[in-house]
């Protein structure tokens, strides 16, 4: 109770920086039929999908250093019960949290923050629907000019997104208004 009336709530899920992948708007194009990389090409500019080697080491601030896929698979971004009709959608976000993941940290070069301000990450592999879409696009991340893309993702965008120079973020050329 805000101790006012009429009250007014209003709430939002994750960093709505708008910015890349809108996983909400990912799972709604998931069950209208749309593949994992249709779903990308809505949201990011790039060259095309490649597979990685998956020997490179994340290392996860305070939690400890994992194979490429043993971290994704760890990975807790997405609500695992998308798997039932929005599989594509979890697909998009594994590929897009692996892309990002070996962006920031420059390949494994550097290490990467287990919070929203990265990407959300535990010990413990998460499972179910999430490991199935990890599994089944292993090593699979977005290039743009030989290069793993910054493939920065939020819950929501409330409709709409920018491409990162309109926020203030170094301007790329995979991002999109």
């Known amino acids: 109770d805000p101790g006012f009336s009429p009250r007014f709530a209003a709430f939002t899920y994750g960093v709505p ?5 809108n996983q909400f708007g990912a799972y709604g194009r998931a069950k209208t039929g749309q593949n994992e990389e249709e779903i990308l090409r809505a949201y990011y500019n790039f060259d095309y999908i490649q597979e990685v080697d998956k020997n490179i080491v994340i290392r996860v601030d305070g939690i400890g250093e994992y194979f490429l ?3 994704v ?3 807790y971004e997405v609500p695992d ?10 697909k998009a976000q594994a590929i897009a949290a692996r ?3 070996l962006a920031y940290t420059n390949n494994g070069q550097n290490s990467i923050c287990p919070t929203e301000q990265c990407q959300v ?5 998460k499972g179910g629907f999430w490991e199935k879409a990890v599994n089944d696009t292993s090593g699979k991340v977005m290039l743009s000019n030989g290069l793993p893309i910054k493939a920065w993702y939020s ?5 709409y997104f920018f ?5 203030g973020w170094l301007a790329t050329n995979w991002t999109k208004h």
């Open 17 to 21: 920086n708008r910015v890349g992948l």
């Open 99 to 101: 892309s990002y993941a």
């Open 155 to 159: 819950s929501t965008h409330g409709g």
């Open 69 to 71: 896929e043993d971290y």
């Open 81 to 90: 019960s998308w798997g039932a009709d929005g599989m594509a959608a979890l």
């Open 73 to 75: 698979k760890r990975i």
């Open 163 to 167: 491409n990162s120079s309109e926020i």
């Open 121 to 125: 990450v535990r010990p413990e592999p």
